[in-house]
């Protein structure tokens, strides 16, 4: 009787073991819960931000101040260290601009240009253009779990969704499986060719939202080079004054 009691326990216990796998399979996130996840902490519709740019190139290093205005699909950028002091970036839509002061020249950026690096950094002008949710840019698949640098990750890979205009067709994330920001982007061309490779140093959590605070971009068409992006402070949903986003205000 006994041996048939000990029997019935261990049946009981396989059967409440099976049924806990089956809730935790149940809640397992999908792909696109998990993008949106990292889209609620990352993406904002307005921002005002300092930030600095430290770009290396060998033994050489270059550092680039700023001040950043985002609203919705519009931005604009003010250089505010010695040398690019009043250079201006104004993103309006899908347009953009730079403004010179030295020169007094107002530029459009478009063509091939898109693909440059700012003021010589790995970040191109078209990475700044994409301002959209990666949900709306990208069908993204989960294809394991790792951990980086200490952190869980989930792993993903996206492709750009058809009739999307975007810079990279192809983009591998980890994407911190517990503060759901990412955490590395390996960027691909549509041959396969790998273009860039991001990676974030440090987060902080910022008015219930966990951000990317520091990152490092890598342009894997460039040899020793790196450039180290760094947001001092930013404050979520500012009023920004009327006109901010206008060519008269580039001047």
Known sequence: MRRHRVLVILVLAAIMLMEACAVGAAAELTAEEIIRYRDDNEYFESA????????????????????????EDNGLVVFTNPRDRGTKFLKRGDDLWMFFPDAEDLVKISGHMLNQGIMGSDFSYQDVMEADKLTDLYAFELV????????????????AVEGQDVSYYRRKS????????GLRE????????L????RVTRVEELQG?????????EDQLRKNTRTEFVVRSIEFDPEIPEGTFTLENLR
């Open 48 to 71: 005002r931000f300092e930030a600095e740019m430290v770009i290396v190139s060998g033994s050489r290093q270059m550092v680039k101040t700023m001040t950043s205005y985002v609203q």
């Open 144 to 159: 394991g779990e790792e951990e980086l640098d200490g952190r869980p990750c989930y792993v993903l890979e996206g492709i």
């Open 174 to 181: 980890w994407i911190d499986s517990e503060r759901f920001v």
């Open 186 to 193: 390996e960027l691909y061309a549509k041959s396969g060719r």
């Open 195 to 198: 273009l860039k490779v991001m």
């Open 209 to 217: 939202r966990w951000y990317p605070m520091e990152s490092v971009m």
